[in-house]
C-alpha cells in the first residue's frame, strides 16, 4: 500500500543534542510537509517542501532546519533540542491538484527530550 | 485569515448514540474542508473531505459531514457511536498557496465513548 512512514516512532535525546527524524513517502507526492504538534493541541506547520523547493513559516524557530534528498525522502533536523521541543512530529504528503488536495498523514514521532 | 473553530473540547457520549462534532470556519474563498481523526500517538488518518458539489459528504466508519455555506460550517455526524471510535478530531480548512495547499486545523475535540 501507498503510504507516509515515519523512523523512528519514539526518540528519546538529550537537551541539546542534535536529532533527526525522518519521513518517507511511496506516494509519489510533490509536497512534503512537517508538523509540530503539542499535547492536546492543534498540528503546526513548521514548514514543507514543494519538489525541491523549501517554505519556511515565518514563526519556526531556526532550530529547526529540514532536508528533502530526493521525492521519497524528507528528514527534520532539531539542531539543539530543548526541552519544550518534546512533542510529536508529524509528516504529511500532498499532490498539488490546482483545487483542494488532501495532506495524507505519517503515524508520527514521538520526541522525548530529557 | 483563515481559522477554524472548534467550540467543543471535549464530549462525551454513549455508546450506541449519535454524534455531532462542531466546526466552524473562517476563509474568503471556496473552502476545501477536512475531518481528520487522531487515536492515541498515531498520525492523522482523514474521515473525508468537501471540495464541491453534494453538501452532505460521507467518510470512512459511517461518518458523514454536511457543509453549510450560510453558517460557514461543516459539522461532523455519526448516527451510533462505537467504543472504538474515541479518539480526537480535528476538522480543517485547505488554503490554496502556489507552493502547496496550507491547511488551517481547528484545537479538535476530544471523544469519550462510555459504554
Known amino acids: 500500500d501507498a503510504m507516509v512512514i515515519q523512523n523512528p516512532r519514539y526518540q528519546v535525546t538529550q537537551f541539546g543534542k542534535p536529532v533527526t527524524l525522518s519521513c518517507s513517502q511511496t506516494?509519489?507526492?510533490?509536497?512534503m510537509y512537517w508538523y509540530q504538534q503539542k499535547s492536546s493541541q492543534a498540528p503546526k506547520l513548521l514548514f514543507h517542501?514543494?519538489?525541491?523547493?523549501?517554505?519556511n513559516e515565518a514563526d519556526t524557530p531556526d532550530n529547526f532546519q529540514s532536508r528533502r534528498p530526493n521525492t521519497s525522502f524528507c528528514f527534520l533536523d532539531i539542531r539543539s533540542p530543548g526541552l519544550g521541543d518534546a512533542a510529536m512530529y508529524l509528516c504529511a504528503t500532498s499532490r498539488p491538484t490546482g483545487g483542494g488536495e488532501t495532506q495524507y498523514f505519517g503515524p508520527g514521532t514521538r520526541l522525548l527530550v530529557l | 485569515a483563515q481559522s477554524v473553530t472548534q467550540p467543543d473540547i471535549h464530549i462525551t457520549v454513549s455508546e450506541g448514540a449519535s454524534l455531532e462534532l462542531r466546526c466552524n470556519y473562517s476563509y474568503g474563498a471556496t473552502p476545501y474542508l477536512f475531518w481528520y481523526v487522531q487515536s492515541p500517538g498515531q498520525g492523522l488518518q482523514l474521515l473525508l473531505k468537501?471540495?464541491?458539489?453534494?453538501?452532505l459528504v460521507q467518510g470512512i466508519k459511517g461518518f458523514e459531514a454536511e457543509f453549510k455555506r450560510s453558517q460557514s460550517s461543516f459539522n461532523l455526524r455519526k448516527p451510533s457511536v462505537h467504543w472504538s471510535d474515541a479518539a480526537e478530531y480535528f476538522c480543517?480548512?485547505?488554503?490554496?498557496?502556489?507552493?502547496?495547499?496550507?491547511?488551517?486545523f481547528g484545537t479538535g475535540t476530544s471523544l469519550t465513548v462510555i459504554p
Open positions: 506516494l509519489n507526492h510533490n509536497v
Open positions: 517542501y514543494y519538489d525541491k523547493d523549501f517554505n
Open positions: 468537501y471540495f464541491s458539489g453534494d453538501t
Open positions: 480543517a480548512v485547505g488554503a490554496l498557496r502556489a507552493t502547496g495547499n496550507q491547511f488551517y
